[in-house]
Antibody, heavy 126, light 107 residues
Framework: QLQLQESGPGLVKPSGTLSLTCGVS??????????WGWIRQPPGKGLEWIGS???????FYNPSLKSRVTISMDTSKNQVSLKLTTVTAADTAVYYC??????????????????WGRGTLVAVSS | DIQMTQSPSSLSASIGDRVTITCRAN??????LAWFQKKSGKAPESLIY???TLQTGVPPRFSGSGSGTDFTLTITSLQPEDSAIYYC?????????FGGGTMVGIK
């Protein structure tokens, strides 16, 4: 059974870089028909999509974060990485890794988040 | 950007009750809508995609409907394990976006 596990520092200093990895077990991140993405949820707030990456290297980012975000895949380690630069307290959140799978319904492709990790809390504080 | 609005923000119902949560998009998203369940300390779980297709393994008391801008998630007979926060999400276009969530509690 495929599982996702986020890992990384739980505390980052303001103006620093937040770096997280998503380890994937039970399957390959190079499989066709899957994107890999990151979503976050600040305390007491809603879910915010950060971005997604496909095995070809193509990426999609939320415009609100695009200038500070890099999402990449390391197929040798079977993991997906997130880097967010110049962080502030507003970046404090639970960060989730998620797989976006392709399913066909009535001859239409539906790319939806079908599997999530448990999330990891990252606090930005000095 | 597409904005998703859920209502109510919270509700409390009795075991066996029928529960309905609504989700509205500020522009048409066809049927590119998913529903998720989030329990404290656990990973979000996919319930429904394509507005009405049940994810494999999800109990049939869950159902989804709607198309365009208005969608609903229905739990036909609420069970204790359904206490959670439910989110809708559109995936018609980037940036992907989520509703604010509905907290479902048991009376």
């Amino acid at each position: 059974q495929l599982q996702l596990q986020e890992s990384g520092p739980g505390l980052v200093k303001p103006s620093g870089t937040l770096s997280l990895t998503c380890g994937v077990s039970g399957g390959s991140i190079s499989s066709t028909n899957y994107y890999w993405g990151w979503i976050r949820q600040p305390p007491g707030k809603g879910l915010e999509w950060i971005g997604s990456v496909y095995k070809s290297g193509i990426t999609f980012y939320n415009p609100s974060l695009k200038s500070r975000v890099t999402i990449s895949m390391d197929t040798s380690k079977n993991q997906v990485s997130l880097k967010l630069t110049t962080v502030t307290a507003a970046d404090t959140a639970v960060y989730y890794c998620a797989r976006r799978g392709r399913l066909v319904v009535a001859d239409t492709d539906h790319w939806h988040f079908d599997l999530w990790g448990r999330g990891t809390l990252v606090a930005v504080s000095s | 950007d597409i904005q998703m609005t859920q209502s109510p923000s919270s509700l409390s119902a009795s075991i066996g009750d029928r529960v309905t949560i609504t989700c509205r998009a500020n522009e048409g998203i066809d049927s590119y809508l998913a529903w998720f369940q989030k329990k404290s300390g656990k990973a979000p779980e996919s319930l429904i995609y394509a507005a009405s297709t049940l994810q494999t393994g999800v109990p049939p008391r869950f159902s989804g409907s709607g198309s365009g801008t208005d969608f609903t998630l229905t739990i036909t007979s609420l069970q204790p394990e359904d206490s959670a926060i439910y989110y809708c999400q559109q995936y018609k276009s980037h940036p992907l976006s989520f509703g604010g969530g509905t907290m479902v509690g048991i009376k």
